[in-house]
């Protein structure tokens, strides 16, 4: 082999070693995302991530209509309800509803008003959806109203809260549930039982009402209160039916329910 051959192969060679280190790299690279998307795949099957995206979905009432909590989120929304979290953001939630009350010029008129659905909102029903399967089994009326007229609901804390702060801001507070008028006694019996006191007035479905979607139902009542003078500044309730529509609050609170959903 003469000299000039030599220099001619000393370059390919060389390019032989990187062409294969680079080869070796772009097969690393492959087998590192392949791994990664596996992790992926993993991470999305995982019923605690995928139940909690749910949890975010339904609350931002991206769903729409729902019926059941999906079975495999079981377990993660018994968590959520009873591990802490569903405190905390409703405590949080209750924050932001009192920080947005101590802004408002409330007047000495009494026409300053608040209006709060009761059940997830004022009171709690958690004690019958622990024997209930929280919310993954169709929901059954007859067992509800039973609970209902047992009149042992205790209140959400948050929601006692504000509700007491806002008395003391002098703020008028219309109740507003999707109870019907048969229920009456007991939901007042209810509510003094968990700690509140002093509303204004409580709105239930009354013949007229039945059959009306509760957005319709609670928008006409809001109508009826504004029609007497008042001004809603503040509107809690666990549900979107509870808080759009028309006549509705200057500001309006989205309490957490993993559980149910109202149209
Ligand atoms: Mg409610």
Not at 52 to 66: L, M
Not at 118 to 128: A, F, G, K, V, W
Request: proline share 3%; glycine share 6%; charged share 25%.
């Amino acid at each position: 082999m003469d000299f000039g051959r030599i220099l001619i192969l000393i370059p390919l060679i060389l390019l032989s070693f990187v062409s294969s280190n680079d080869s070796h790299s772009i097969i690393r690279m492959r087998t590192d995302l392949s791994d990664s998307y596996a992790g992926v795949r993993k991470i999305r099957v995982d019923d605690s991530l995928y139940c909690d995206s749910w949890r975010f979905v339904i609350e931002a009432n991206d769903a729409g209509k729902w019926s059941t909590v999906p079975k495999r989120c079981l377990e993660f929304v018994k968590e959520y309800m009873t591990g802490g979290r569903y405190t905390s953001d409703s405590e949080i939630v209750a924050d932001y509803a009192v920080a947005f009350a101590k802004t408002v010029n409330v007047s000495t008129n009494r026409k300053d008003a608040w209006v709060f659905d009761i059940d997830e909102t004022l009171l709690s029903n958690l004690p019958y959806y622990r024997d209930n399967e929280y919310g993954s089994e169709p929901f059954d009326e007859a067992s509800f109203d039973l609970w209902v007229d047992s009149s042992v609901a205790p209140a959400l804390p948050a929601s006692l809260r504000l509700y007491n702060e806002l008395r003391k801001l002098n703020f008028t507070i219309f109740l507003l549930t999707g109870r019907t008028e048969n229920q009456r006694t007991s939901t007042i019996e209810n509510m003094l039982f968990a700690g509140y006191s002093g509303w204004e007035k409580l709105f239930l479905r009354g013949a007229s009402d039945l059959g009306k979607l509760a957005t319709v139902y609670k928008s006409e009542k809001r109508r009826e209160i504004e029609s007497a003078g008042y001004t809603i500044h503040g509107n809690s309730g666990d549900q979107w039916s509870d808080l759009t529509g028309f006549a509705v609050a200057t500001r309006s609170f989205k309490l957490p329910n993993p559980m149910y959903y109202i149209a």
